[in-house]
């Protein structure tokens, strides 16, 4: 045991020394090449030396969405009820974004100043350009789809548009269950979609009944949670999805989700019960939440959207966006 210790100490400290040379590079792709190269980041628990999460409640109906946005320096996030989108200052400022929102919920950034939002009120997916001046007021959002054609309902809007993801090569991710029971227009199914580079709408599945959504750190897996678990599906160079396939059986239902450039996964169950990329369960966080981010200048900072507000601690393990 001692030894196993022993081991476990030189291992964290060797990674930490790998971090200190990283944190000048904390773009996606020199994430990506850093976790193949140094499989020490496979190893290692990432909850190794955490401390308990601070607290933020401002009463919020509906904390959400959460985004790391480093052209502002700051957290974004949804107040989904409350209709509303915050911007959170480190180390304790909240100012009100914009509203209403359309209940936006999960929302990600494409090319550092394009926002995707998910609005489970107005039922589809909008994108607006931040402005480089976060004080700016943001303009108004541009509808990128509002439903899938060719489904026989009177409109085929979307259910409730819930979470996104989107990969570097311009690939877009999101999923569309419909956990508020709408009954008018619907599609008669929930679905995750794929908008590809050149703006084509298609159904990745419509097996599931699916949340969360993130991508694995070398972007050739999809991750979806699906209730209770979380499947994953194979992404072609070109970002074509494969057949997918349940991966993790959490100890419940899982809302949103966070990976690190080792691959971890950061679930929201109960907890934030964390995953290693082969489907250990490593440990959790002992708060509670319905998403999760990385953040922060060198993207070490897990950022939670709990009870009336958020919650951050610092990990180990640098995060992708």
């Known amino acids: 045991m001692f030894k196993k210790r022993i ?6 400290l060797s990674l930490a020394f790998s971090l200190n040379a990283y944190s000048a590079e904390s773009d996606t792709e020199a994430n990506q090449t850093l976790a193949e190269k140094d499989k020490r980041y496979w190893e290692v628990n990432p909850l190794e030396g955490a401390e308990e999460p601070k607290v933020l409640s401002i009463g919020l109906r509906q904390p959400e969405g959460p985004v790391w946005i480093p052209l502002h320096n700051a957290l974004y996030f949804s107040d989904v009820r409350g209709e509303a989108t915050y911007r959170f200052t480190l180390p304790d400022t909240f100012e009100k974004y914009r509203s209403p929102t359309g209940q936006a919920n999960g929302m990600a950034v494409m090319n550092g100043n394009e926002l995707y939002m998910c609005e489970v009120l107005n039922r589809r997916l ?47 991710y999101f999923t569309d269950p419909n956990y508020r029971k709408v ?28 949340n969360g959504i993130a991508l694995s750190p070398e972007e050739d ?12 599906f194979p992404l072609s160079e070109d970002g074509m999805p494969g057949e997918g396939s349940e991966f993790i059986r959490t100890n419940g239902s899982v809302d949103g989700f966070a990976v690190d450039i080792a691959g971890n996964l950061y679930t929201t169950s109960k907890g934030i019960e964390v995953y290693s990329r082969d489907g250990h369960r490593w440990g959790s966080l002992g708060i509670g939440g319905s998403n999760c981010t990385f953040g922060g200048e060198d993207m070490r900072i897990l950022f939670i959207t709990t009870k009336g507000g958020i919650a951050w601690t610092e990990l180990l393990i640098p995060g992708l966006p």
Do not use: C, H
């Open 221 to 232: 897996i999809l991750y979806v949670t699906n209730r209770a678990s979380i499947w994953k």
């Open 183 to 210: 009954e008018t227009d619907t599609l008669g199914f929930t679905a995750v979609y794929r908008i590809d580079p050149k703006g084509e709408l298609s159904i990745v599945t419509k097996e599931l009944y699916p």
């Open 126 to 172: 909008t994108k607006m350009l931040l402005p480089a001046d976060p004080d700016t007021p943001p303009p108004e959002p541009e509808v990128v789809f509002d439903g899938w054609p060719g489904t026989g309902s009177r409109e085929g809007r979307f259910n409730q548009t819930n979470d996104i993801i989107i990969r570097s090569d311009g690939n877009v």
């Open 7 to 12: 081991r476990s100490i030189f291992a964290v």
